[in-house]
């Protein structure tokens, strides 16, 4: 188990005691015949305070992280639900923005490696190194910063 996970069990356990505390609290009333079972009922009571009590300690050592966001629609008495999907299309617009903007990038790149490659022939191994590393960001680099030139060696003696 996951040492992260212990504390939320922890609180989920406790949890389950308020429920239970609530479901036997609900029976007695439903059974309640007067005196006889008022102190069942005030016993059962007293337990969920304790259960109640015991829930709080344990759930303050769990981070909670609350955007205000969320906090201003329950308070104006909107469902937070509806702030979780409008966020969810923000991103996902937000997304396919940005995927226009990659693939229009990458468009350009080819038209332009075709241009170097047909204007300057002797690039034409960092154009095509260039397309063949597309996909991990670290196409088209030129070794030792000059453009034709060769890894370790000058051409035409320069």
């Known amino acids: ?6 504390p939320l069990d922890t609180v989920d356990d406790a949890l389950k005691g308020v429920i239970q505390d609530l479901y ?5 009333t439903h059974g309640y015949l007067g005196p006889e079972t008022q102190q069942v009922l005030i016993r059962k009571i007293q337990a969920l305070t304790s259960s109640l009590s015991h ?11 609350i955007p205000p966001e969320i906090i201003d629609y329950v308070e104006t008495g909107r469902n937070p639900d509806i702030y979780t999907r409008e966020f969810v299309e923000l991103v ?8 226009a903007k ?4 990458a468009a350009f790149r080819d038209v332009l490696g075709d241009e170097i490659a047909a204007a300057w022939p002797e690039l034409r ?3 095509k190194s260039g397309r063949d590393d597309k996909s991990t960001g ?17 051409e035409n003696g320069v």
């Open 1 to 6: 188990m996951a040492p992260n996970q212990q």
């Open 24 to 28: 036997e609290i609900q029976s007695s």
């Open 55 to 65: 829930l709080v300690q344990t759930s303050s050592s769990i981070p909670v992280q």
């Open 92 to 99: 996902q617009r937000q997304n396919a923005i940005l995927k």
């Open 102 to 105: 990659s693939d229009a990038l």
């Open 125 to 127: 191994g960092y154009v």
């Open 138 to 154: 670290e196409g088209g680099n030129i070794t030792n910063g000059g453009v034709g030139r060769k890894e370790g060696k000058k």
